[in-house]
Antibody
């Protein structure tokens, strides 16, 4: 059974940093690209970070470039997202997603999400 | 603004059929059969219900079906049930540098 479990969410003051983690199980973690997708309250889905299976390639949309850092530890089946200089507009549920965001061949696995609230 | 265009909301009565459209471009839907549909209930993670335009994962009801014509993908839900009330998102491969394009989502209300 494939599982992705996010942790590290919470209430954070503007300007601070936060690290989210995602533990993966049930699939060959080191074989797949991984992603972070966020969803602001009442809004749609927005991808915010992507990392290749080996961790060598990382991608971010312009909207978050420079403030978010994605990383992975294939020895521990763990994906991470560091968010710095947090802003109120970063308030969202952050989902860890495995394999592919357009779910080619039916492969896309979503975690349950971690809520990040940026507020003073 | 989302790269794929979806109507904000649609309504239907139990037993009826509804279709949700997702409008893209030749950079995504128009030239690639890599369209997926996600269902999201409030407070839950998105769930894959259609992949590669018209394929259902194991366990997904055959009341859900997908299709594509030109730059537009569609999700049809037949025999609407109360449990189908949710948000539906389309996604597609894109030839741009982005890993995906998402639709803005459609809220389905089952009256």
């Amino acid at each position: 059974q494939i599982q992705l479990v996010e942790s590290g969410g919470g209430v954070v003051q503007p300007g601070r940093s936060l690290r989210l983690s995602c533990g993966a199980s049930g699939f060959s973690f080191s074989s797949y690209s991984m992603y972070w997708v966020r969803q602001a309250p009442g809004k749609g889905l927005e991808w915010v970070a992507a990392i290749s299976y080996d961790g060598l390639d990382k991608f971010y949309p312009d909207s978050v470039k420079g403030r978010l850092t994605i990383s992975r530890d294939n020895s521990k089946n763990t994906l991470s997202l560091l968010i710095t200089s947090l802003r109120p507009e970063d308030t969202a549920v952050y989902f860890c997603v495995g394999a592919g965001l357009y779910c080619g061949s039916g492969r896309c696995w979503w975690g349950q999400g971690a809520l990040v609230t940026v507020s003073s | 603004q989302s790269a794929l265009t979806q109507i904000a909301s649609v309504s239907g009565s139990p037993g009826q059929s509804i279709t949700i459209s997702c409008i893209g471009t030749s950079s995504d839907i128009g030239n690639y059969n890599a369209v997926a549909w996600l269902q999201q209930h409030p407070g839950k993670a998105p769930k894959l219900i259609i992949f590669d335009v018209n394929n259902r994962p194991s366990g997904v009801s055959n009341r859900f079906s997908g299709s594509k014509s030109g730059n537009t993908a569609s999700l049809t839900i037949s025999g609407l049930q109360a449990e189908d009330e949710a948000d539906y998102y389309c996604t597609s491969y894109t030839s741009t540098t982005e890993p995906v394009v998402f639709g803005g989502g459609t809220r389905l209300n089952v009256l």
